[in-house]
């Protein structure tokens, strides 16, 4: 069982950045494909960017645009989502979400998921 707990969100002007956290309590979470998705209101949940075991990066291009980036620690358990040059349409619910022998941003093969982060960006 992995259990993953989101933190950094909050409100930012357009054009700011911030740092979302996921932490992870997996003894075996570098072993894990870690991903970010995100859900708008009235949207489906979109996929953000993922991270494999061997540190390779996967990145849904149409949404960030070299905007954000995706980092672990795992000797903290932790992978970050480094979000810049924030646009009101980035505004969401950013969810990290972990499994095993993941190499897709399809949200339905990640099988834990943590409660989400409100990232609000104003204009």
């Known amino acids: 069982q992995v259990q993953l707990v989101e933190s950094g969100g909050g409100l930012v002007q357009a054009g700011g950045s911030l740092r979302l956290s996921c932490a992870a309590s997996?003894?075996?979470?570098?072993?894990?494909?870690v991903g970010w998705f995100r859900q708008a209101p009235g949207k489906e949940r979109e996929s953000v960017a993922a991270?494999?075991?061997?540190?390779?990066?996967?990145y849904n291009t149409d949404s960030v645009k070299g905007r954000f980036t995706i980092s672990r620690d795992n000797a903290k358990n932790t992978v970050y989502l480094q979000m810049t040059s924030l646009k009101p349409e980035d505004t969401a619910v950013y969810y990290c979400?972990?499994?095993?022998?993941?190499?897709?941003?399809?949200?339905?093969?990640?099988?834990?998921w943590g409660q989400g982060t409100q990232v609000t960006v104003s204009s």
């Open positions: 979400a972990a499994g095993a022998y993941i190499t897709s941003l399809i949200p339905s093969n990640y099988g834990y």
């Open positions: 997996a003894r075996t979470f570098s072993s894990y494909t």
């Open positions: 991270i494999f075991s061997t540190g390779n990066k996967l």
